[in-house]
């Protein structure tokens, strides 16, 4: 299928996208479309972040539907490899070679002449910090290593676009600030187009405020963050409060203008509480359990989660 | 298509595959298999009474039609297909290089590591064997014979068995099947039906070129011509058939 | 409410439940394999092309006894060894090779399991399924026989009965280590179950080799010495290019060297050099 023409401002352009394995769908009519910058894109396990990467970089084709990357089909479309730098969330390092061995073959495979590729390795090693463990096999290397060197891998011949598949997994606090400062840099400094993903929302938002929403192979929300916040916020929450003398407090809580229902759980003792204005609940609380004389032994909320969010957005 | 990257991509491809191959631990199988051959045809020269006729026969039985066919299976089924299980080809399929070449950078180092393996066994048989035997001229004719015939046999069978790996998931059982059972069995009977083997062509080949020995007197082989363009012919058609299908391949 | 008193018991350096560990790899490496299609495949084959069709023939060929010849050859034709290998090298495969591969050797060790009872459970659940090739359908064929004799010598049918039983429960056991030693070299289970087959092939072609010089080199040939040994427990009698001693030798060591070899390899992996 000719994939349509797309604007040439966008990075990627996915129109209704679907590829299944067997009984399992990994995209499930999946539209984006991603412009320059940094994008993030968000969603739990299993949601077809990693199906999608595969699909814009030609190592899968879609059952269904049309993509183009930088303005191009990538399926069979090698040449479209030299603007783009990938680094997967799967170990992928050949384990019997050395981490120089390896960016040799990749920087040999973009075509890098030999003392222009010595110089770059030694370049992008000193940014991701693996001068030292270079020489060593790459089977030898920890976690963390292992993912500085395949983003070392994706950086070395300077694409234009770089595809980071939960580039934080397996890393410690101080790794994780020290790639989240690299990627920020890596656009604002070099210009590169980035697309990372994770599962985690507050990691994504510390890299940039653009970002796609997906969950179980659809794009369920994309653009700023602090819009997907408020589409969250919009939505009632539900509080779980627990203890003695709730019933006195259902009656108060009733009145109040932000609640929209109480309801009790199996246990008399127990409510579940929806309200429209969280922060507003959460400030008049302690007042409302000093009114009604009651004693609460426990208090969470059931919306704190990635899950709860999408579930709201695919109207579950 | 960029000659030069093509070229470049292919070469790079090929010294790693190389190194990869020769200082993996399955050269440890060449020289096993060369000891092996070593001793059982050191014996067997000891013993012999017609060295011409029954070095030949081992040669043709042993390396040709034994270890030749299960070398190749053992380097080509395990080279494309253990970077797919262990995800190492996604460096390779995100390489601005169509896979089809990045197949022939894998192919070529296949072919060269497992006919230069043969070719060393091969002379460490025929030295354990005629090497108890004063045979000069007639042992270095069969020799160069062999070593021809052994070095044709690993580019065709390489070229099988890497095609193999990339078509199924578990290519070594597949590749038993083909050299065993369809090669030792199918290749056995008599008629047209052997046809259908690599080895009734290498067999041809040898009947030509070889002048003792079980191999010399076979009374079924086609022209040796006409045998040496079959497998030039099957060389090239599995070597495109296996860069169409790495090419298409989707590698989840 | 009082302080309930903490009891404590030393350790006095008996183990237990080890029978019980055994009893649960051994179980569940059974299970599995009566799940795996190649398994049942290769049973269901062997079953027909070795063992039914000698039963259809001793049933309606009229017999006065249970002969030991007859089950010479009903059993040492080489179909039976050839498939009871074939079965060996797919059903120890992946007993350790999946083990290490998916690195399931640190759940295995991290619980009071010694290496030893880890592979007696291995090799008994692999034997489990090997029996079924290889020891009770020659039992069942033999006592049917026994069962259809029109005479009356049962105390000689029952002797051969007794011997066919042990035939059958050294084949089961014959093949089994060299398949767990060459399983515990390798990650994956295809290649382990081509390097068992092809390991005994070799020995086949060599046999074959240097049989032409000396008809006594047939022993390093499974297929051939298994034979020889059918021929030597029913019939009490062997080729006479054939060395008793030998015999026992080539035999013993292909059970007794790999199953050294493969508790060492583990042990090495498991508690380190």
Known sequence: MTPPASSPSLIIDARALSKWYGQVIGLNNFSLQISPGITGIVGPNGSGK???????????????????????????????????????????????????????????????????LSKRIKEIVGIVEMSKAL?????????????????????????????????????????????????????????????????????????????????????VASGDISEIRNLIDRHPHNIIIEGDGTLALAKILLDQGYVVSVAFNDSKSSLTVQVTKPDDFFNGLPALVDMARCSVTNMYSLDDNLEAVFKYLVGR | MDLKRVIVGVSALTVHSTKKL????????????????????????????????????????????????????????????????????????????????????????????????????????????????????DALDIYIAFVVLVTIGSFVYSALFLAISVLFAKPVLFGLFYA???????????????????????????????????????????DAWGSGVVLLGLMIFFIFFGAYLFREKELA | ???????????????????????????????????????????????????????????????????????????????????????????????????VSSNSLVLYFSRALKVRDYLAGKAIGALLIMSLLCAIPPVFVATVAMATQSGGDYLYSLGVLGKTALVGALVTVF??????????????????????????????????????????????????SLSFLFSWVLEGDLPSYVDEAALVLFLASLIIVPAVVVYLKLTRTVVGK
């Not at chain 1, 269904?64 to 191009?72: C, D, E, M, N």
């Not at chain 2, 041809?204 to 070889?210: A, D, E, M, R, T």
């Not at chain 3, 398949?179 to 074959?208: E, P, Q, W």
């Open chain 3, 1 to 99: 409410m009082g302080i309930n008193p903490i009891e404590y018991r030393p350790w006095k350096g008996e183990r237990t439940a080890q029978g019980l560990r055994r009893y649960v790899i051994a179980r569940s490496v059974l299970r599995h394999k009566l799940k795996s299609i190649g398994v049942l495949v290769l049973l269901l084959l062997g079953i027909l092309f070795v063992h039914a069709t000698y039963l259809v023939l001793i049933v309606l060929i009229p017999h006065e006894r249970l002969e030991a010849s007859e089950i010479d050859a009903y059993l040492g034709g080489g179909a039976f060894t050839t498939f009871a290998m074939l079965l060996a090298a797919v059903v120890t495969s992946d007993l350790i090779s999946e083990d």
């Open chain 1, 50 to 116: 990693s199906t999608l990467f595969k699909v814009i970089l030609g190592l899968i084709k879609p059952n269904v539907g049309s993509i183009t990357v930088l303005g191009k089909s990538p399926w069979r479309n090698s040449d479209l490899h030299s603007s783009i730098g990938f680094c997967p969330d799967y170990e992928s390092l050949p384990v019997d070679s050395t981490g120089r061995e390896y960016l040799t073959l990749i920087g040999k495979l973009h075509m890098m002449e030999s003392s222009a």
């Open chain 1, 135 to 219: 020489d060593r096999k790459t089977g030898g290397y920890s976690k963390g290593m292992k993912q500085r060197m395949k983003i070392a891998g994706a950086l070395l011949h300077d694409p234009d676009l770089l595809i980071l598949d939960e580039p934080l997994s397996g890393t410690d606090p101080l790794v994780r600030k020290d790639m989240i400062d690299l990627i920020k840099r890596l656009n604002k400094e070099h210009s590169h187009n980035i697309i990372v993903s994770s599962h985690v929302l507050f990691e994504i938002e510390r890299m940039t405020h653009n970002v796609a929403l997906i969950y179980r192979g659809r794009a």
């Open chain 2, 180 to 222: 065993f059972i369809w090669e030792g069995f199918i290749g056995s009977l008599p008629g047209a039906i052997q046809n259908a083997s690599i080895k009734h062509y290498l067999r041809s080949l040898g009947s030509g070129w070889v002048d003792s020995g079980d191999i010399h007197a076979w009374n079924q082989a086609s």
């Open chain 2, 22 to 137: 020769l200082l993996g631990k399955k050269v440890f199988i060449t020289i096993l298999v060369a000891l092996f051959v070593a001793a059982v045809m050191g014996y067997a020269g000891s013993q012999s009474r017609d060295p011409a006729n029954e070095g030949t026969n081992l040669m043709d039985v042993l390396i040709l039609f034994f270890f030749m066919p299960v070398m190749a299976m053992i380097f080509g089924s395990s080279l494309i297909r253990d970077e797919i299980d262990d995800k190492s080809i996604t460096h390779i399929a995100t390489a601005p290089l169509d896979r089809a070449f990045s197949y022939v950078g894998y192919y070529l180092p296949l072919a060269i590591v497992v006919s230069v393996s043969m070719v060393i066994v091969t002379s460490v048989g025929m030295v354990a064997f005629f090497g108890q035997h004063s045979h000069g001229g």
């Open chain 3, 175 to 224: 093949f089994v280590p060299f398949g767990l030693m060459i399983s515990s070299f390798t990650r994956r289970k295809s290649y382990a179950a081509v390097g068992t087959f092809m390991s005994f092939f070799v020995l086949a072609v060599v046999a074959g080799v240097f049989m032409e010089y000396a008809r006594s080199w047939s022993v390093i040939s499974p297929i051939h």
